[in-house]
């Protein structure tokens, strides 16, 4: 299994990015799928999940400015990113719960290898 990301880059503030998560590979069910960010010297937080039902949950500080979705059938999860701050700058990464196949009982958990945004001021 393999979570691919694409997009991200360097914005001003105030401006928007896309995020989006590919998992590939065997993938018979795939459950919450999120985003995480790390910026240098802090440790990684959340900052969206959704559930294959699409339940949603967001950290604090991103309410209201960033969307998370999922294409259950692309079997992808998008991050939209409006109003973006300086302090939005961080290494985000995708993360996704997933049951390789069918006779599986448990779901195992998987990372991407991260995607930079940088919000300039």
């Known amino acids: 299994v393999q979570l691919v990301e694409s997009g991200g880059g360097l914005v001003q503030a105030g401006g928007s990015l896309g995020l989006s998560c590919a998992a590939s590979?065997?993938?018979?069910?795939?459950?919450?799928m999120g985003w995480y960010r790390q910026a240098p010297g802090k440790q990684r937080d959340l900052v969206a999940r959704i559930n294959s039902g699409g339940s949603t949950n967001y950290a604090d500080s991103v309410k209201g400015r960033f969307t998370i979705s999922r294409d259950n059938a692309k079997s992808t999860v998008y991050l939209q990113m409006n109003n973006l701050k300086p302090e939005d700058t961080a290494l985000y990464s995708c993360?996704?719960?997933?049951?390789?196949?069918?006779?599986?009982?448990?779901?195992?958990?998987?990372w991407g290898q991260g995607t930079q945004v940088t919000v300039s001021s």
């Open positions: 993360n996704a719960l997933i049951r390789e196949y069918f006779w599986h009982s448990r779901f195992n958990e998987y």
């Open positions: 590979g065997s993938t018979f069910s795939i459950g919450d």
